[in-house]
């Protein structure tokens, strides 16, 4: 009898503590594991709504970089954390869909994470280094083809997003490429701006400045529309690849089990940055896409995740990547 009320009193204590832990949540900063390197597109976005979503949550969020395999690596980071709202796992569409298709990862990227909130997307865009001799994207596809050997494209590791794109490219071009696995697209656009790798199939946030700034050669965006913010710039369906479509998108989880009053804290925040008419002017002027307001809950990224899974998994695993 005595054992059975010390049971039910630790469990009556375990619950008040979590029910209490979610109610003052909160109260100490917050970390958001960003699994590519500092200045790359996934980290510059992520900083953006980081500084927004403090004011709304009343404690600092802070930006981690941790980096590898893919962004494997930060996303497992996050899957062994507490489940306390205290750490944030920041993936996209290469991260939480195209690795489980690639990697053996020690973790399920559905069953041990809960969606929070789906972020921006990112149309890709097709740009090389100045050194290149193309003016248009058939000119380009030319030169490609002509090639003795495959020209390097700079990703950032095996299921990446700019890895992704660049299998997808292969995949309805019938090039070969020859990928130069870096810890982001950030350091990889600076070796393409360096003339040290011939291409990348980059996100437009990330590649956008440099084509402003004339320092790389831009071809087409993936995308049936082009993009507000680099009107000179043709869709691959007026350019001659018609139906090469492919628009990176991102999200944020915790670990499994996390309250989900700390999980709608959470997503307030996020929504309530995406929101904010100066975050979403820094958001846009990158390129970045804001996601419906009717695909904002957990819910919907949770859908979605799983659509996109079975939408890109054949493709994926039909190229047959190779990891060590
Ligand atoms: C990054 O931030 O470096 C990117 O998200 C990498 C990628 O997936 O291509």
Same mark, same amino acid.
């Given at each position: 009898?005595?054992? *059975?009320?010390?049971?039910?009193?630790?469990?009556?204590?375990?619950?008040?503590?979590?029910?209490?832990?979610?109610? +003052?949540?909160?109260?100490?900063? &917050?970390?958001?594991?960003?699994?590519?390197?500092?200045?790359?597109p996934?980290?510059?976005?992520?900083? &953006?709504?980081? #500084?927004?979503?403090?004011?709304? !949550?009343?404690? *600092?969020?802070?930006?981690?970089?941790?980096?590898?395999?893919?962004?494997?690596? =930060?996303?497992?980071?996050?899957?062994?954390?507490?489940?306390?709202?205290?750490?944030?796992?920041?993936?996209?569409?290469?991260? $939480?869909?195209?690795?489980?298709?690639?990697?053996?990862?020690?973790?399920?990227?559905?069953?041990?994470?809960?969606?929070?909130?789906?972020?921006?997307s990112n149309p890709?865009?097709?740009?090389? /280094?100045?050194?290149?001799?193309? /003016?248009?994207?058939?000119?380009?596809?030319?030169? !490609? @083809?002509?090639?003795?050997?495959?020209?390097?494209?700079? *990703?950032?590791?095996?299921?990446?997003?700019?890895?992704?794109?660049? !299998?997808?490219?292969?995949?309805?071009? =019938?090039? @070969?490429?020859?990928?130069?696995?870096?810890?982001?697209?950030?350091?990889?656009?600076?070796?393409?701006?360096?003339?040290?790798?011939?291409?990348?199939?980059?996100q437009t946030s $990330?590649?956008? $400045?440099?084509?402003? =700034?004339?320092?790389?050669?831009?071809?087409?965006?993936?995308? #049936?529309?082009?993009?507000?913010?680099?009107?000179?710039?043709?869709?691959?369906?007026?350019?001659? !690849?018609?139906?090469?479509?492919?628009t990176l998108?991102?999200?944020?989880?915790?670990? /499994?089990?996390?309250?989900?009053?700390?999980?709608?804290?959470?997503?307030?925040?996020?929504?309530?940055?995406? +929101?904010?008419?100066?975050?979403?002017?820094?958001?846009? +002027?990158?390129?970045l896409?804001?996601?419906? @307001?009717?695909?904002?809950?957990?819910?919907?990224?949770?859908?979605?995740?799983?659509? #996109?899974?079975? @939408?890109?998994?054949?493709?994926?695993?039909?190229?047959?990547?190779?990891? #060590?």
């Open positions: 009898m005595r054992r *059975t009320v010390l049971v039910a009193l630790a469990a009556l204590l375990a619950f008040g503590g979590k029910a209490a832990c979610a109610e +003052n949540f909160p109260t100490h900063p &917050i970390t958001v594991i960003v699994p590519f390197a500092a200045g790359g996934s980290d510059a976005m992520m900083r &953006i709504l980081a #500084e927004r979503m403090k004011t709304t !949550l009343g404690e *600092t969020v802070l930006v981690e970089n941790v980096t590898g395999a893919g962004g494997s690596l =930060g996303v497992g980071r996050a899957v062994r954390s507490a489940p306390d709202g205290y750490t944030v796992g920041f993936g996209h569409l290469g991260t $939480n869909v195209a690795n489980g298709a690639i990697y053996k990862l020690g973790y399920d990227l559905v069953a041990d994470l809960d969606p929070v909130v789906l972020l921006p890709m865009i097709i740009v090389s /280094k100045n050194a290149v001799p193309a /003016k248009s994207l058939a000119e380009l596809l030319a030169w !490609l @083809k002509a090639r003795p050997t495959p020209a390097t494209a700079g *990703t950032a590791g095996a299921g990446s997003g700019s890895h992704i794109a660049g !299998l997808y490219f292969e995949n309805v071009t =019938g090039i @070969k490429l020859q990928y130069v696995p870096y810890r982001g697209t950030g350091p990889a656009l600076n070796d393409l701006v360096a003339g040290q790798i011939d291409i990348i199939v980059d $990330n590649s956008i $400045n440099q084509v402003r =700034g004339g320092n790389i050669r831009a071809y087409a965006v993936t995308d #049936e529309k082009r993009v507000a913010q680099a009107p000179d710039i043709p869709t691959t369906d007026e350019a001659g !690849l018609s139906g090469f479509h492919m998108w991102s999200g944020l989880w915790v670990p /499994k089990g996390t309250p989900k009053e700390i999980i709608a804290r959470l997503n307030d925040a996020a929504v309530d940055a995406l +929101n904010d008419p100066a975050v979403r002017r820094q958001l846009e +002027n990158l390129g896409q804001m996601p419906a @307001k009717d695909q904002l809950t957990p819910e919907a990224l949770g859908a979605w995740q799983q659509a #996109e899974i079975a @939408k890109w998994w054949p493709m994926i695993k039909a190229a047959n990547v190779k990891v #060590e």
